[in-house]
């Protein structure tokens, strides 16, 4: 049997915590940050869990999580 595959952009996107957990950054962080507000910016910077409907297609992209990255 073939191995399976990591899908390397989720891997680059998503991070897996010590207790199995998947978090993500959130969106807005790239560019024109000039014109948002400091506790806006706060907000975005801060990763998050992903959400329970999420959790099982991005357990697919990533087989061997068993561990941090």
């Known amino acids: 049997m073939p191995k ?3 899908h390397k952009s989720a891997a680059k996107r998503y991070k897996v915590t010590a207790t199995g957990k998947i978090v993500r950054r959130k ?6 940050l000039q014109n948002k507000s ?7 910077f801060k990763t998050i869990s992903i959400s329970d ?3 099982k297609l ?3 992209e990533l087989p ?5 990255r």
Request: hydrophobic content about 30%; proline content about 0%; glycine content about 12%.
């Open 58 to 60: 991005i357990s697919k």
């Open 64 to 68: 061997y999580k068993k561990y941090a």
């Open 27 to 32: 969106a807005g962080i790239g560019h024109l």
């Open 38 to 44: 400091g506790s806006r910016k706060r907000r975005i």
């Open 4 to 6: 399976m595959k990591t």
């Open 53 to 55: 409907s999420h959790f």
